[in-house]
């Protein structure tokens, strides 16, 4: 069956076959009770198939051979270059390896490595890292090394660093962030808070064509008025846009139905 999957054209069906046919055959060596060497020249055989290469790492990782599964990881990150999968799944590994065999340096580097690149949003990550540190350390450096294009809105969020997330929340642009971070902002930035939904909600109104949406935004107007001072907030909101879009019959329905509860 593995010949037969070689003769396919390329392709990655032709590399899921070949590898479903050579961890098949692997597995049966394993049954058979033949050896460690016997089975890693078989996996060398294939070596091109990603499949084969994992396996041939996780025999390596039972066997406690380090080194060779490190060499394999690296060859499998050069082959597998076009798989971003395949390559955080490869650099996670490498982790575990430089952690299990206490190479702190290598670990603490490749921590950073897959948070920078890879888990810009893994919190889990991120807390490895950080035990690496002391507090005073750690909130030095890490907002410093995260990249653009990280979720930083998460970690200031993690570390309790609520007046950093609250600039974030309101120079985002829509409601997204402000109903995500609303529960952990609204005891002491209200006001704030109260004037982001002001300025987002009067721009979905403007926008809003149908009941659906105008339905949706009473949702939102309902959860405003939990906040302190909400109230008068969406008092005012609905007293204003009354006036402007008093046109809008099925808008203003749903807005009634908002002042009746």
């Not at 007046?163 to 006001?191: C, H, I, M, W």
Request: charged share 30%; with cysteine.
């Amino acid at each position: 069956m593995v010949k037969n999957a070689q003769q396919e054209e390329s392709g990655w069906g032709r590399h899921y076959q070949i590898g479903r046919w050579a961890i098949r055959h692997l597995e049966l060596l394993d049954q058979l009770n033949c050896g460690s060497a016997e089975k890693m020249d078989y996996c060398k055989k294939h070596w091109e198939n990603p499949q084969v290469r994992k396996y041939f790492i996780d025999l390596c990782m039972k066997s406690k051979e380090y080194g060779l599964a490190l060499n394999a990881l690296d060859e499998s990150i050069s082959l597998d270059y076009n798989f971003t999968g395949l390559l955080c799944d490869y650099q996670k590994l490498k982790k575990e390896i430089y952690l299990i065999t206490g190479d702190k340096k290598s670990y603490v580097e490749q921590l950073w490595f897959l948070l920078l690149n890879y888990n810009t949003d893994n919190l889990e990550t991120y807390r490895e890292l950080k035990q690496q540190y002391t507090e005073d350390e750690w909130l030095e450096i890490i907002f410093e090394k995260l990249p653009p294009n990280a979720q930083i809105d998460y970690f200031y969020l993690e570390e309790k660093l609520y007046d950093r997330l609250l600039d974030n929340v309101l120079k985002s642009p829509g409601l997204y962030k402000v109903q995500k971070y609303t529960e952990f902002l609204k005891a002491d930035y209200p006001e704030q808070i109260l004037q982001k939904y002001a300025v987002e909600l009067n721009q979905e109104a403007s926008t809003a064509k149908n009941r659906k949406r105008y339905q949706e935004i009473t949702t939102v107007l309902r959860s405003v008025m939990e906040i302190s001072g909400g109230e008068e907030v969406v008092e005012k909101l609905v007293g204003e846009w009354k006036k402007i879009y008093k046109n809008r019959p099925a808008m203003m329905n749903e807005l009634g139905k908002l002042l009746k509860k």
